[in-house]
T-cell receptor
């Protein structure tokens, strides 16, 4: 099963871009990368997902390297409400969801 | 549209007892997944139900079981509770189908086993 690795914590100034990396070096060709975040005491919230191409939605952008072994979630203008734990998830061939360790993003004023 | 609801929100049980948690998905969603979250192990996948059938299962002992009803509502049961079962249990619903992991999570049920 593919496994993801994320830094345990990151800081970001409010208004700046937050770039959250994820390593998934054992990912297979048809496995998707999903990102979720969990704000304290709430259930996780879907952010974005991708396979090969870069993706963008109203919340974030997802950049996947050409070899697909890593990706970066970009919050273009971080706000205090973006403070949360961000999970990078790889959907395996057997459709099991394996959560990464998560990155605790702290946005400061 | 109403979100995913879970009942009860908080529960205290004693070792050896059993517990049943309930999850009502978003209307029209056919897939319900269950997760366990603890400080030590993080978020772990328990199982997924789609159209009343268990489609995927995580690496949990047989004491953890679930089911889904024809209206897509799901229940999770844990028998012979252990102290280590104390956790936040989250359920998530999605439309279903292959790779439809845009899931919507409920607020969770916090289970404390004493």
């Amino acid at each position: 099963d593919a496994k993801t690795t994320q830094p345990p914590s990151m800081d970001c100034a409010e208004g700046r871009a937050a770039n959250l990396p994820c390593n998934h070096s054992t990912i297979s060709g048809n496995e998707y990368v999903y990102w979720y975040r969990q704000i304290h005491s709430q259930g996780p919230q879907y952010i974005i997902h991708g396979l090969k191409n870069n993706e963008t939605n109203e919340m974030a952008s997802l950049i996947i390297t050409e070899d697909r072994k890593s990706s970066t979630l970009i919050l273009p203008h971080a706000t205090l409400r973006d403070t949360a734990v961000y999970y990078c998830i790889v959907v395996t061939n057997t459709d099991k969801l394996i959560f990464g360790t998560g990155t605790r993003l702290q946005v400061f004023p | 549209k109403a979100g995913v609801t879970q009942t009860p929100r908080y529960l205290i049980k004693t070792r050896g007892q059993q517990v049943t948690l309930s999850c009502s998905p978003i209307s029209g969603h056919r897939s319900v997944s269950w997760y366990q979250q603890t400080p030590g192990q993080g978020l772990q996948f328990l199982f997924e139900y789609f159209s009343e059938t268990q489609r995927n299962k995580g690496n949990f002992p047989g004491r953890f079981s679930g089911r889904q009803f024809s209206n897509s509502r799901s229940e999770m049961n844990v028998s012979t509770l252990e102290l280590g079962d104390s956790a936040l249990y989250l359920c998530a619903s999605s439309l279903g189908g292959i790779f439809s992991y845009e899931q919507y999570f409920g607020p969770g049920t916090r289970l404390t086993v004493t």
